[in-house]
């Protein structure tokens, strides 16, 4: 079957760095994407991974690697307005998209 | 950026009534599009997709009598909620793409149902 696993809350300070970690499963890959959702709001874009690596846009990165069907987010320097759950969705091989649970982000001062 | 817009945001109805959402791609075609439902503190669950001039494809356990989807245009999908059930309150949200195979939705707001 399709699964995303990723972690249900983490906690962070602010000014620190955080790492949230996504595994999949799915019926062929054609990428991996991070959104992010604030309470009551919908889902914003945050990254597209579909090469290994790393890839990194202004305070947050993202890096996948495929053989091992695991992906994470990187934030740096977290600001309160980080605070907020953290979506990783696998899309599969007809294009639509697997979504995990979420990981909801606690900012602490 | 491709922007994707939900109406109403919000919308309170008595049980037994019909509710129509609108999603609307502002500035793209969209050939697809996909409707969404949140409860409180869970995810993203696909109710259907859907794609213009043709039949909605609906994810298993979702009633394509109850929730109705039409796909008129490539700027516009309706999901109708009909006979609307305290049950049926949550958060629905649609998400548009160009294209069958691109990467990347563009979500809109949300519709927040409450029925009482």
């Known amino acids: 079957g399709q699964n995303i696993d990723q972690p249900t809350e983490m906690t962070a300070t602010e000014g620190a760095i955080v790492q949230i970690n996504c595994t999949y499963q799915t019926s062929g890959f054609n990428g991996l994407f991070w959104y992010q959702q604030h309470a009551g709001e919908a889902p914003t874009f945050l990254s597209y991974n579909v090469l290994d690596g790393l890839e990194e846009k202004g305070r947050f990165s993202s890096f996948l690697s495929r053989s091992k069907g695991y992906s994470y987010l990187l934030l740096k320097e977290l600001q309160m307005k980080d605070s907020a759950s953290y979506l990783c969705a696998a899309m599969d091989s007809n294009y639509q998209l697997i979504w995990g649970a979420g990981t909801k982000l606690i900012i602490k001062p | 950026g491709a922007v994707v817009s939900q109406h109403p945001s919000r919308v309170i109805c008595k049980s037994g009534t019909s509710v129509k959402i609108e999603c609307r791609s502002l500035?793209?075609?969209?050939?697809?599009m996909f409707w969404y439902r949140q409860f409180p503190k869970k995810s993203l669950m696909l109710m259907a997709t859907s794609n213009e001039g043709s039949k909605a494809t609906y994810e298993q356990g979702v009633e394509k009598d109850k929730f109705l989807i039409n796909h008129a245009s490539l700027t516009l999908s309706t999901l109708t909620v009909t006979s609307a059930h305290p049950e049926d309150s949550s958060f629905y949200i649609c998400?548009?793409?160009?294209?069958?195979?691109?990467?990347?939705?563009?979500f809109g707001p949300g519709t927040r149902l409450l029925v009482l």
């Open positions: 998400s548009a793409r160009v294209g069958s195979s691109s990467e990347t939705q563009y």
């Open positions: 500035d793209f075609q969209a050939t697809t």
